[in-house]
């Protein structure tokens, strides 16, 4: 479809019109693209990883991490899924024009030696880069690597869609969750 405008001014008519949808399209499609972010990151939990451009391999976990696993009543072998609670805190935020999938600053735990109370936010860090004796095992740079132009052809249709003075397609999820969304600031 070609829009042609009879003279500047009506183009800038339209232009002002637009600003709100476009504004409108820029946070639906950072939102549709975090989702899609957000849910590989999750998926990724409990499943060896192959290498994904700079993202290593998942290592096999240890007998020795195995063996403490089982005996804290978790699975023995799905790395970086004990309790659960990486997992729940994987978190989608969009602010202005940009949205941000991480794990924020938490303190999770009930105090137990079985749970002890710890942030959240550290152990996303510590398996994200890892540590002296624990090998990095990627969940959200490497979900954004193997999403990214999933990602961000998601984010880019609404706009042109708001552009072109067509419907913005996303989906009923993404709608929903955005207008549900009350986090404007990045939390991580």
Known sequence: MTREFADIGAFLKFMAGATVKIDNAVYLGLHAAGQIVQEEAHSELGHYQDRAGPFP????????????????????????????????????????????????????GDGTSADPIRDIGDIAVDMELGTARIPPRSFLGRAWFVKGPEASEAAAWPVVAALAGLPIKVSAAVRERAAADSVYDIPF
Do not use: Y
């Open 57 to 108: 391999e998942w290592p096999e976990l240890t007998d020795q991490t195995k063996r403490a696993r089982v005996e804290h009543g978790w699975t023995e072998n799905d790395p970086l899924l004990r309790s659960g609670a990486l997992a729940d805190h994987i978190e989608l935020s969009v602010s202005g024009h940009r949205a941000a999938v991480g794990v924020p600053s938490e303190t999770v």
